[in-house]
């Protein structure tokens, strides 16, 4: 139930969830001595003593109790705040840094929709995991060993009688983990629920006969009641979180079979300072067993906007993606200023080439922050005058400028939303641009302002671009148009010269 690999990715910062569950435990110990003082102060009333220095003392020490108490709950919901903090940031980095190692081909590893999930809904369940449950496990274990030592100091009696119906609860934790898939968690809760009301009665049964026989004095009768009833607090708390603790774990055990993928062997090589000239030879890819492409070549000259269109289905974004090193596992040759592409360093290949497609993502963060991750370092200036050149600064300005949020899907368009992702690849100022079918399912508009700055960017800004489109008329105009069918590319439209 503790995942003692998430532990030991946490390292020192583990340190908090100990905090929260000394703290906790330490705050027990607060309680207890307020209830011993509240007995005696009872008992001394009861038997007739009137000793006020006495009195005194005890309630003093009830408050001090009382304000000790509240310290050690402030000081453990800081440390659990601490905790949940520590380890989203830590989990995040990890994940961060797996994606950076894997590259594009990260894919391989898991899919964008589940990577998307891990770091939103399973992040907020790795956190509760983290900072609730496992201190959970741990306060509800040693709080209730203490309890039940003081209980036998007491009275050995009544703790022989809890000790069955402890074990069962704890027989039922393991039962609960073990028998996830086949027994209903909300019927092993219910046992559990069952077992600490009816040990809980045993035990004020048998305190009560003890008092009442004269075997316990009034102050330690209170206390062995007070202990039956908290003795099981613990342990039923901790059986409340029950269900969503193993779905919790669950979900950490993905977060954390992600991060210990093994990582694909890296190129080593950098890309020529020079403007890139990319050549595909009787390039070969397969999908589980399917061959999507049969042979195909294609030269994209430096400088140059080739065009690439053909049904869908045909593969074409399987070329992108081979480019991108997403796609890894390609027969044939694919060559980058003449070095081949599986040599180079994915680090120093990125570094030159931006890729967009029509699903690229847009964060759940403000127009300044997704424009940022072109150009962690570009102005404020720039960042206005790239979407002012998309034509997108005056919709932006309107709606609240470059702090807009965009945590809702559906602030911008999908048309805004390509010629952001446009604007933040023009910061980025990369020598290759790859665009997959990023005019598709867009208004008329957004369409013509972003075909107008992809023709711009080859032949006023000689960038190489790779335009990928289903539609003829979007690449009709660039330099040399192949078309990709049954695996194969043809060329056909402008000459061109191959450099």
Known sequence: MVKTRLLKLMGKDSLEVLQEIIWQWIGLLAQLVLVGCIAITISDTFYGITDSDRIIRYLTIAALSIASRLIFIKLHFDAKGNASRAVSDKIRREIYGKITRFGNSYTFATTKEKLATMLTDDMVAIEEYYSDFIPRIGYAFLGTITMAIMLAVINAKVMFVLTFAILVIIIGFFLAKKYEHTVSIKYIIATLDAFTFFGAAIG????????????????????????????????????????????????????????????????????????????????????????????????????????????????????????????????????????????????????????????????????????????????????????????????????????????????????????????????????????????????????????????????????????????????????????????????????????
């Not at 209170?222 to 409340?240: A, M, V, Y």
Request: hydrophobic share 40%; glycine share 6%.
């Open 204 to 499: 004020f049964k048998s305190s009560i006969e003890e008092f009442l026989v004269g075997n316990l004095r009034l102050e330690l009768a209170i206390i062995t009641l007070f202990l039956c009833l908290e003795i099981f607090k613990p342990l039923r708390s901790l059986g409340e979180l029950l269900e969503n603790g193993i779905l919790d774990a669950k979900k950490v055990e993905n977060i954390l079979a992600f991060i210990d993928k093994r990582e694909p062997k890296e190129g080593k090589e950098d890309v020529a300072d020079e403007p890139v000239r990319i050549v595909y030879d009787c390039v070969k890819y397969s999908y589980d067993g399917k061959e999507v492409l049969k042979s195909a070549s294609l030269l994209i000259p430096a400088g140059s906007l080739v065009g690439l269109t053909g049904p869908k289905g045909s593969g074409k974004s399987t070329m992108a993606k081979i480019l991108t090193k997403e796609n890894r596992a390609y027969k044939g040759s694919v060559k980058v200023n003449g070095r081949e592409l599986s040599l180079i360093k994915e680090e120093a290949l990125l570094k030159d080439l931006t890729y967009i497609t029509n699903d690229s993502h847009i964060f759940r963060s403000t127009v300044r922050a997704n424009l940022q991750l072109g150009n962690k370092n570009v102005s404020e200036k720039k960042m206005i005058g790239a979407l002012t050149v998309v034509n997108l600064w005056a919709e932006i300005k309107e709606m609240g400028g470059l702090d807009l949020s965009l945590d809702d899907d559906y602030i911008l368009t999908l048309g805004q939303r390509q010629r952001l992702l446009l604007a933040r690849a023009l910061l980025k100022n990369s020598k290759v641009y790859v665009f997959d079918s990023i005019t598709s399912f867009i208004d008329s508009k957004s369409k013509d302002i972003i075909l107008r700055i992809v023709y711009k960017l080859a032949k006023d800004m000689k960038r190489t671009v790779f335009f990928i489109s289903d539609e003829y008329e979007d690449v009709k105009g660039a330099d040399a148009v192949y078309t990709l069918s049954e695996g194969m590319i043809d060329e056909y439209g402008k000459a061109i010269n191959h450099n």
